[in-house]
């Protein structure tokens, strides 16, 4: 929303300046987004008296004029052809920069003669198209600033422009006079009365109007008056110069009347030609179908249900938004038909954005404009009109009634001090609403029919807070809400979130956060993919489905670095992953990814490819980090987009998956374009039993000194025994006594034959009750074979 | 006797190695040892001469012994010195290598956020990202129609061919988790609601996804004034300044009556964001007091209840804190820059240790 200064002085008796009246509007609500103040640009213009003019001797069109500045006598060549002695001019004297022209002015010989300066054009200060001679001054001193000049002979040229933001609440902010009623309760000048005189009707028009019994719900009035005989043209230059200043181009006067208010008064209005009119207006719906062509030249068909205004012939206006070419007013027109209607803002939204039309007229009607002021605002058009272009009007036509908004809410002054915390006197509360237009009845507010937002006592606070200003509230401490050290405020699951996040960073990885959405191929390859988790309005094809899990986001993002050169990476994520499309049907996740090499090649030789041992290591490390218990079960058959031989499920319980970890299926790699292997894990940190006991103690320490003794132990088993099993029956010859057992070779095929294999472990038995003695570790060796053969039919390696 | 003693610890002293001092000690000390044998001599002696000779014999075997000992310590030095002469590696070597990990500053911020709303008594409240409309709009004041709607750019789910229901939304700032939270909790209440939130609009200042935090705290006479009080001191710890400026200015949010845009006194000199300090004032945030309506649709009685909310970006404040340029790179996972705006695992921030380092 813009306007000028003085257009808001047409409002707002006001001494204050652009800086306060700026000030105030942004802390007002009305935040101000920019000035455009073309004296600035024009400060160092100054008035100069032109003594003399002598043709220049080498060229006919240039004269010498002697002129008197600021600076004395001063020699300026000029080739405007008014340059003549006894003018009252404006200077640009060396220095000043003249916009018009974009140059800075210099000391300059022309054609051989010295010039100290410019007598300049309204077109090149930019003050009109003006250039058919230099500016001639009825008055002015010499060396007086121009624009103090211009401030009081033509203060329209020197005219602030002020734009503000207007949030979706304020519909009566969209007029300048809104602005002023502001501007006014807060106190920076008096509102001025607005008043009408109308012009009395001459004749009574054949002209009917009607509104549809089903389009009275959101058409609930309409009117107008005829207008004949006026003489339309080009608006008067001070119309022009508002529209201009405002960034709208001058049509014709009818039009520009429209557009006018539309500004000044938040009333939207809409001239016909009425000898363009068929027959006589009808407001109604659409049947749907119908075609338009609107004043933007464009043809519209309309929906159903959509509100238009037709004549005998069909639809001539889409109601609130946009008038048709047909009955639009032209230069040659010479009856008009005034239009001022109210319409529903929520009609008015949903068929603007159905034909994706933005007018001024919709934005200001699905805000909301004031339907009292409905046929005030057309007696306004009106009389501009008549008073201008002349011409005989009507008596009203009308439609319809103006609809009742009337409602009051409770003003409870001792609320508002204690939601606002501000100390504001009743009094002053009750001060602002009667100057913002409430009715005051002992409690009651009566809300002016141009708040639309206002619809409780939460808007009354609101209102009285903003003209109290929001800027001047001082801070008031928030007492904890129970003394003492605060008690910790995480969930597990957070707590747990966080202690992932810093284990996966310490053991190496870098952490990402990618988008939630990611391309339907992505998705697909890992389970997800489906119409239930895909976007209706996908910014791009990239992001349009909800990812399944993290991996299709951390893989895609390994892929651009390694594109940029960076093939060895290890990237983490924490974050949801999507099974359904309803709220809630998301899980969290922790996923990493290792690819290429553990590092860098170098001189230890310790850099070696990844696999997926790394991989189960890592996922191990966060899994005990975030409290997993350490006896789990690894089981096989995850989903297909890990490599069927190479990955494992960490697992309490066949359903009871806590994560995975493995290899990726090379041709899912090979979709995803990761250049060679990569090994990954995911972890549902949710499915991870929280501890049963809330104890912070331990249980003790149980350290005997008795000598622990290791003894170790191959076994030639069949290649697809895994060692786990055979880990697990050495372990379970004597629980008491054996406290690891670890497995520290495996050899594969040689001597051994195809489909056999060597493991080999290591047992730590550790007495409690008396030192081992031969005969007891003998027994105990001869227990492990025993299970272990029993267990996977391997046998004791001589 | 003296030259018995002279004898030997010259021998030790010349000594070579290990073995020659070995071969001394049997020959003096041994068995048949010169010393011994004198030893074993004592007893013919007078018992006046062997009160003479007896003391000396003993002190000349100790003696013996010491000089041994220390000449065989000295020669298993010098081998050890030889050794470690030949023992070189060259240092400037690099150390093994080792990953180094980071945090996303996201993450980081988000911590820091909550280290401070946490000792202000604010818990951590989360909800699902994937909304009906009611509880992304409807339960906030904004009925179908509203323009903020349309203004929000929201992500729309789809809708089977026959499922009548209004689509579900990618809720559009985390207010829907106030609401949830709520419902569940009642009042007196204070959390913050960190989280991802979506709209569909993509340049260099705004991503589909981004990340705010808003907060909420709902007592019986909880005033816009403290609001202030709370943003000033979280503006204070988060910036880790000891005074800044903040300014309320009216707006409007539909689930806020009063609503204020919260700006902070900054300076830009140079580039860099300085806060509490200069002539420009910075947007931060959007807050107010909770409307009556939304408390209703959270099931709360707005007439015991009141209290307010807020809520910023947090990738905004992440970047204005740490001076990081261009939102969208956060999302890209570009190597170079994880490594450079992203945080060590133990940085943990903390209000005793400090947020940043």
New interface residues.
């Given amino acids: 929303m813009k306007f000028t200064l003085s257009w808001l002085k047409h409002h707002l008796d006001t001494d204050a300046s652009v800086t306060e009246i700026a000030d105030a509007l942004t802390d007002l609500g009305l935040e101000v987004e920019g000035i455009e103040n073309p004296a600035e640009r024009l400060a160092n213009f100054t008035i100069g008296y032109v003594q003399s003019a002598e043709k220049h001797p080498d060229a006919d069109k240039l004269r010498v004029c002697q002129v008197d500045t600021k600076d004395g006598p001063t020699q300026i060549i000029c080739g405007a052809p008014n340059a003549r002695a006894g003018i009252t001019v404006v200077i640009a004297a060396p220095g000043t920069y003249v916009p018009g022209i974009d140059t800075t002015i210099g000391v300059g010989k022309i054609r051989g003669i010295e010039s100290y300066g410019m007598m300049c054009s309204e077109r090149e200060m930019e003050l009109s198209d003006e250039h058919d001679g230099i500016i001639e001054l009825p008055s002015g001193e010499v060396g007086q600033s121009f624009t103090d000049w211009l401030a009081l002979h033509d203060p329209a040229k020197v005219d602030p422009v002020i734009e503000i933001a207007i949030t979706p609440n304020r519909p009566d902010a969209l007029g300048v006079r809104g602005v002023a009623r502001d501007l006014a309760a807060r106190g920076l000048g008096t509102l001025k009365p607005l008043t009408v005189d109308p012009v009395p009707a001459s004749f009574v028009a054949d002209l009917k109007v009607s509104i549809d019994d089903d389009t009275l719900d959101v058409a609930p009035f309409f009117c107008g008056r005829l207008i004949r005989g006026v003489k339309n043209g080009p608006s008067p230059a001070w119309l022009q110069q508002q529209l201009r200043a405002i960034g709208l181009r001058p049509i014709s006067f009818l039009v520009d009347v429209t557009n006018w208010f539309t500004y000044d008064l938040n009333r939207p209005l809409h001239v016909f030609d009425a000898d363009k009119v068929t027959g006589n207006i009808r407001v109604h719906r659409a049947k749907g179908g119908e075609t338009l062509t609107a004043l933007d030249d464009k043809t519209y068909t309309l929906q159903p249900g959509q509100m238009v205004i037709s004549d005998d012939n069909g639809p001539e206006s889409i109601a609130g938004i946009m008038g048709g070419l047909d009955t639009g007013c032209t230069m040659d027109t010479v009856n008009v038909f005034v239009e001022s209607a109210y319409w529903d803002p929520i009609q008015i939204a949903h068929t603007g954005r159905a034909l994706k039309i933005n007018s001024d007229a919709r934005y200001r009607f699905e805000r909301g404009v004031d339907p009292a002021f409905t046929p005030e605002g057309l007696e306004h058009a009106v009389r501009m009109i008549s008073d201008h272009a002349g011409g005989a009007v009507s008596e009203l036509i009308k439609a319809g009634q103006v609809p009742d908004t009337s409602r009051a809410y409770r003003l409870d002054a001792k609320r508002v001090i204690s939601l606002v915390g501000m100390d504001i006197p009743e009094a002053t509360q009750r001060q602002t609403l009667c100057a913002l237009g409430f009715r005051l009845d002992g409690n009651m507010a009566h809300v002016p029919s141009w708040r639309p937002d206002v619809q409780g006592e939460a808007d009354l606070v609101e209102e009285v807070a903003r003209i109290a200003s929001l800027t001047k509230l001082q801070g008031k401490p928030l007492p904890r809400s129970a003394p003492g050290v605060p008690k910790p405020i995480l969930t597990p699951g957070q707590v747990r979130q966080q202690v992932a996040k810093r284990t996966a960073a310490a053991l190496g990885y870098n952490e990402c956060v990618t988008y939630s959405f990611v391309d339907a191929q992505a998705a697909r390859l890992f389970g997800g993919g489906d119409d239930a988790t895909m976007l209706e309005n996908p910014i791009s094809s990239e992001m349009s489905h909800m990812r399944p899990n993290l991996l299709p986001g951390l893989l895609r993002a390994a892929a651009r670095n390694q594109a940029r050169g960076f093939m060895d990476m290890a990237l983490f994520e924490v974050g949801a992953g999507f099974h359904g499309g309803e709220p809630g049907e998301q899980h969290m996740l922790i996923s990493g990814v290792l690819i290429g090499r553990t590092g860098p090649k170098d001189v230890h030789g310790t850099s070696r490819p990844v696999d997926l041992y790394d991989a189960k290591a890592d996922a191990e490390a966060v899994l005990a980090a975030i409290g997993a218990p350490a006896k789990v079960q690894i089981l096989r058959g995850a989903e297909g987009w890990w490599h069927p031989g190479r990955h494992g499920k960490i697992c309490l319980g066949p359903k009871k998956v806590l994560a995975v970890f493995g290899e990726l299926h090379p041709k899912v790699l090979q979709e995803m374009d990761i250049k060679g292997a990569a090994v990954a894990f995911t972890i549902w940190p949710d499915e991870v039993p929280l501890p049963r006991s809330k104890t912070a103690t331990r249980p003790a320490l149980a350290a005997t000194d008795l000598q622990a003794v290791e003894r170790d132990f191959a076994f030639v088993v069949d290649a697809e025994v895994e060692a786990l099993t055979l880990v697990n029956a050495a372990a379970g010859a004597d629980k008491a006594l054996i406290a690891d057992v670890r497995v520290f070779d495996e050899f594969i095929g040689g001597s051994l034959g195809a489909g056999k294999k060597s493991l080999a472990v290591t047992v730590r038995l550790q007495p409690t009750e008396a030192t081992l003695k031969d005969t007891d570790i003998e027994a105990v060796s001869a227990k492990i074979v025993d299970k272990v053969t029993k267990a996977t039919g391997g046998v004791l390696r001589g | 006797m003296d030259e018995l003693r002279s004898k030997y610890l010259n021998m030790i002293a010349d000594a070579a190695d290990e073995a020659s001092i070995e071969d001394l000690r049997v020959q003096s000390l041994g068995k048949k040892g010169e010393i011994s044998m004198k030893m074993r001599e004592l007893g013919k002696m007078s018992p006046e001469e062997r009160q003479v000779a007896g003391p000396a014999l003993n002190a000349l075997k100790d003696e013996i012994n010491s000089a041994l000992a220390a000449k065989k310590a000295a020669l298993a030095d010098a081998a050890l010195d030889a050794r470690l002469r030949t023992e070189w590696l060259d240092v400037s ?2 150390g ?9 500053p ?2 980081q911020v988000t ?1 820091e956020v ?1 280290a401070i709303f ?7 409240a ?1 909800g ?5 409309d009611w ?1 992304n709009f409807d339960a906030l004041n904004i009925p179908g ?4 709607r ?2 929000m750019d929201t ?6 061919p026959g499922d009548d229901r209004p ?2 939304v ?1 809720r559009t700032h985390t207010s829907p988790v106030q609401i949830r939270s709520m419902e569940t909790t009642g009042a ?1 209440t ?1 959390i913050i609601c960190p989280g ?1 939130v ?1 709209r ?3 340049d260099q200042t705004h991503t ?2 981004f990340h705010q935090v808003e907060g909420l ?1 709902i ?1 019986k ?6 609001l ?5 001191e979280f503006v204070k710890a988060y910036f880790e300044v000891d005074h800044v400026d903040i ?6 949010f ?1 689930f806020t ?5 919260v700006d902070i006194r900054c300076s830009w000199e140079g580039g860099t964001l300085k806060v509490g300090e200069g002539d420009d004032w910075l947007e931060i945030l959007g807050s107010g ?1 909770v ?3 939304v408390l209703q649709a959270a099931g709360v009685d707005p007439t015991q209840w ?1 209290g307010f909310a807020f809520g910023m970006g947090i990738d905004r404040i992440a970047m204005l804190k740490y001076g990081i340029p261009d939102l969208r790179a ?7 820059w ?2 450079h705006y ?1 945080f ?3 940085d ?1 921030p903390t209000l005793h240790g400090g947020l940043s380092r």
Wanted: no cysteine.
């Fill in positions: 070597l690099p093994r290598a080792r990953r180094r990990g980071t945090i996303h996201i993450s911590e909550t946490a000792d202000m008594g604010f818990a951590v989360e699902p990202q994937i909304e009906s509880y129609h509203h323009p903020a349309a203004e992500f729309y789910t789809h809708r089977a689509p579900h990618l007196p204070r991802r979506y569909a609009d993509y589909p996804m705290a007592d006479d909880i005033s816009m004034a403290n202030k009080w709370v943003l000033e300014r309320f200015r009216a707006s409007h539909p009556e009063p609503s204020a845009e007091m409307h009556p309506k009141q956060f999302f890209d996972s570009d190597l170079r994880l490594r992203g060590a695992a133990l943990v």
